[in-house]
């Protein structure tokens, strides 16, 4: 039989059909590992192998610093931030997993249509890390990243490249973090890597990029409208949400429309939004403070979580059950003696939808009447995630004391709808 290597594309024929794909490395001499076309890894015993031949040796391609961005004249800059994520990987030919592309050459290789389509002026690499790695001095240091580059006058617009289990955490921070935006922030993803024929990366890119340089100020997120490839949806960055563990359009809008429809030649806009000004100066407010908790309320859970969590917090979100409820004076479990406890403490307490759609409306039932009585703050249909993160910015703003509900119930980055109906 033929010897190939890990990274070898290869051709072999079985009993009943032939394969193509790419050699992995295996840990069982017996089995050969192959990452199929579709993306997909297989193990086949070497005894059922009848034939092999090998398509493409593997070799790792050095990409000299000439050929590492291709600036065509006339093209308008952007600015990259890179964090890491699938959309920021490539092929570990000995796992058959993926690992990320450190070098920046290694981006520009694998996604020349990007460009092609504009100047990439500067790329920032703040870190490399899976999203769900990231706290808050990351979202603290993309915000720094992108801070510099939306203030570099020749550069139209910033992408942010990230992993998708936590975007809309940092979609929330950096709608709070960067004030008086001048340009469009675009974050972007991909769910699966591009070496697989059904990556999402390109397309996202590429419509990330067409509103990178469109007129729109606003902290956005551009992904797949449609498992299809079609085009993309662009989603305000404090309404959206991941909303499905590996489907290429699983970020959606919640109690709001897309700000767009993306395609790599247009863009069809779907309501207003902030228009850009270059001459204005974007400035960072990343106050933040991580004494805050995001919980959800379940049947029967008992009032004493609170206890544990007011011991490291300043600060609890509270995902409510229907219109905005958890255990009032009928339950064995009655919260509101804890919660009026804790709210006499300072502790700020606030409640939002576990139903993500529609809003909280404590005046309809009288256990809801019993909480509001409480002080708790009803955030209307603001999302969990972007309440978390709010109720962390607010906290970090030490002159806002006392002014907590004013301040959670302020509409700063569209993160209330105002075209919610029942």
Sequence with gaps: MIK????????????????????????????????????????????????????????????????????KKGLKKIGLVVTGGTIASKLDVKTGGVKPLTKLKEFANFYPKLFDMVDVKKIEIPFMMASENMSSEHWIKIAKSVEKLLNDK????????????????????????????????????????IDRASSDADL??????????????????????????????????????????????????????????????????????????????????????????LIKYYPGQKANILDFLS??????????????????????????????????KGVIICAVPQTLYGGLNPNVYSSGRELKECGIIFLKDMLPETAFIKLGWVLGHRNWKGKEKEKMLNNFSGELSELLTE
Aim: aromatic share 8%; charged share 30%.
């Design 204 to 293: 996202n890119l590429i419509c990330a990029a067409k509103m990178a340089l469109s007129n729109v100020a606003e902290v956005m997120l551009v992904g797949h409208a449609s498992t299809n490839d079609d085009f993309c949806f662009a989603l305000k960055g404090t309404k959206t949400r991941k909303m499905h563990t590996s489907r290429r359009d699983s970020f959606k809008t919640i109690n709001d429309i897309p700000i767009a429809k993306v395609w790599p030649e247009k863009i069809e806009f779907l309501r207003e939004y902030n228009l850009r000004n270059n001459k204005r100066k974007v400035n960072l407010d990343v106050n933040f403070s991580d004494k805050v908790s």
């Design 154 to 193: 020749e550069i139209e617009g910033v992408i942010v490249t990230h992993g998708t289990d936590t975007l809309h955490y940092t979609s929330a921070a950096l709608s709070f973090f960067l004030k008086d935006l001048n340009k469009p922030v675009v974050l972007t993803y991909s769910q699966r890597s």
């Design 4 to 71: 190939y290597s890990p990274g070898d594309e290869v051709r072999f024929r079985l009993a009943r059909k032939e394969l193509t794909g790419t050699i992995l490395e295996s840990y069982d001499p017996r089995v050969v590992l192959l990452k199929l076309d579709s993306g997909y890894n297989i193990g086949i015993p070497l005894d059922k192998i009848l034939d092999s031949k090998i398509l493409k040796k593997f070799k790792e391609v050095e990409i000299s610093d000439e050929d590492f961005v291709s600036r």
């Design 311 to 344: 011991e490291k917090c300043k600060g609890i979100i509270i995902e409510a059950t229907g219109l905005g409820h958890f255990a009032s004076s009928e339950s064995k479990n009655n919260w509101i003696p804890k919660i009026k406890k804790l709210i006499k």
